[in-house]
């Protein structure tokens, strides 16, 4: 299982994406023989309402099925990728009955 992490417009320490890159792994141990890579794009969403808001997108890739991509909103960079993870976990549980 590959871990592709992206964060747009901020500058990440090790330490940070080694927490993060933990985060990943632990939430989708159960489905890493299914899973071939994981990318991860955390950006800044620019809004009049919506400030300080962050997206997270998953892309998960399953080999010899479709690909899974889940988007989440949060308010800081952890928060986002936690409902990210369990969006899907979620999908991934309900659609492919993968264990």
């Known amino acids: 299982m590959k871990l592709k992490l992206t964060v747009k417009n901020k500058v990440m320490n090790a ?24 990318d991860v794009q955390v950006s800044d969403i620019t809004h009049a ?3 300080g808001l962050k997206l997270c997108h998953i892309n ?15 308010k800081d960079l952890l928060q986002a990728l936690k409902r990210a993870l369990n ?3 979620l999908v991934l549980s309900q659609k492919y009955n993968l264990s």
Not at 69 to 74: E, P
Request: net charge positive.
């Open 15 to 38: 330490a940070t994406r080694v927490k993060l890159s933990k985060l990943v792994s632990t939430q989708l141990t159960q489905y890493e023989t299914n899973i071939r890579q994981i």
């Open 49 to 51: 309402q919506h400030t």
């Open 87 to 89: 969006n899907s976990q």
């Open 60 to 74: 998960l890739s399953l080999p010899g099925l479709p690909d899974i991509s889940v988007k989440a909103k949060g």
